[in-house]
């Protein structure tokens, strides 16, 4: 399959008419679009800022939203401090919840140019993105599923793992400036795969997915994609607070991997018009909803609230392990020195810019053709494994959320990780030559 590609388009801009008429088209086959100016084309960019400060001033205080307002979101936590962090993300759900069914009617007639019904998500998803540094603070508190790519960094996952639509299209839409390091990552090497997920809904450890597309956005710019495509959050490893506001919908009725999905009722049916017999249609629909919703609610007894995957996800798993790099065989010598381990491999095994494991705990790259390094195997982060992460200007690059770590120190743009373990590899007297990172 060829890899999907990335678009950038504009609305302002007319030559662009015929790209814009095939778009949904071309989200559903993989292809990323990044809308410029979405937000302000559809007349929506001052509304949803200020939906987001009236949360703030909601839960804060109008002194807080002033502030913010002043400085830009991505001041958002040098204003907001952590306790407050769960009642603004509160209160602006609420807020922006209700100028969703406003703001996917404009999407879709103004970026999809679709006349048929649709569906949306009931709640669109608010992401105060706060830099890792801050967050770590609480680790306990937000490091759980409820907070995933919300507050703290979402692992690869595809949204059916969490009983989304397998037809459902994310709108990732920047209210504060997006900058690599602190957005979002899609894997286009398996784009039209299921990969496999632990019970807990996390990427297994084994899966190999290639580098991921990385991106960055001005306010009110839209990054558009099928929520098939593996994607994550990058790490925080910034200065500033990403704040983000997503919707999911689907330009036809909602299909799902399980047909008990707990979201099943989480789809509103919308017309994109505003006439006398969309609107009565569009009432009786979402009146019978509404019911069988209740209805549904009293015979689960929401004990399906909790499901991430079923048994009808897992028989559907693709597994990619089968092109995670392979280990290079080393020896080691029985006579300890001290100051340095010996370690014996054939670094022709490398190609340049490679990646292998040579061990449990180890991992060779060769940076260039001068230079082979040997660092530590796994991620201090979450502990992904890094020789499936790739190499970028002297560091490799984490799988997982994208943090990058210098080959020079081992260290990480995240202060309060840990550093890695690095080693210089000597070819002429076949050691590694002890320095490690302090």
Not at 355 to 372: D, F
Request: proline share 5%; aromatic share 10%; charged share 25%.
């Amino acid at each position: 399959m060829q890899h999907p590609t990335v678009t950038n388009i504009s609305l302002h801009d007319h030559a662009e008419s015929m790209l814009q008429e095939k778009i949904s088209e071309r989200v559903l086959s993989g292809e990323v679009i990044i809308v410029r100016q979405s937000l302000q084309a559809i007349g929506y960019f001052e509304s949803l800022q200020e939906a987001s400060l009236n949360g703030i001033r909601r839960a804060t205080g109008q002194e807080k939203a002033a502030k913010i307002k002043n400085k830009g979101f991505e001041a958002f936590h040098e204003v907001i401090n952590l306790d407050e962090l769960p009642s603004v993300t509160h209160h602006t759900y609420e807020v922006v919840r209700s100028l969703a069914p406003k703001i996917a009617k404009k999407l879709i007639k103004k970026v999809f140019q679709q006349e048929k019904a649709f569906y949306f998500e009931e709640y669109p998803n608010v992401r105060f993105h706060v830099p890792y540094d801050i967050v770590v603070q609480r680790k306990d508190e937000f490091n759980t599923f409820a907070w995933n790519g919300k507050v703290t960094a979402h692992g690869p996952h595809h949204d059916s793992w969490y009983q989304c639509p397998t037809n459902s299209i994310n709108i990732w839409i920047a209210i504060g400036k997006v900058k690599i390091g602190n957005g979002l990552n899609i894997y286009p090497q398996v784009y039209g795969k299921l990969l496999p997920c632990t019970k807990d809904g996390k990427i297994q450890r084994d899966q190999y997915f290639g580098s991921a597309l990385n991106f960055e956005l001005e306010p009110g710019d839209a990054l558009i994609f099928h929520g098939e495509h593996l994607h994550s959050s990058e790490i925080n490893s910034t200065d500033a607070t990403r704040h983000v506001i997503s919707l999911r919908m689907t330009l036809d009725k909602p299909k799902f991997l399980n047909p008990h999905s707990p979201y099943k009722y989480d789809y509103i049916y919308s017309q994109p018009n505003d006439g006398f017999w969309e609107e009565f249609t569009q009432f009786v629909v979402r009146k019978f909803h509404n019911i069988s919703k209740k209805i549904n609610s009293i015979i689960a007894q929401e004990k399906n609230q909790n499901y991430i995957i079923s048994p009808e996800i897992i028989s559907k798993f693709d597994d990619t392990s089968m092109a995670f790099p392979q280990e290079i065989s080393v020896k080691t010598s029985s006579r300890k020195l001290v100051g340095d381990t010996k370690l014996i491999l054939d670094s022709k095994e490398l190609k340049l810019g490679e990646i292998r494991p040579i061990s449990q705990k180890l991992c060779a790259a060769k940076i260039n053709e001068r230079r082979v390094v040997v660092f530590d195997r796994y991620c201090p982060h979450e502990g992904a494994d890094l020789a499936a992460g790739y190499l970028r200007n002297d560091c490799v690059v984490c799988p997982w959320h994208n943090l990058p770590i210098n080959l020079q120190s081992g260290a990480s743009p995240c202060q309060s990780l840990q550093k890695i373990s690095v080693f210089d590899y000597q070819e002429e007297s076949q050691k590694i030559k002890g320095s490690e990172a302090e």
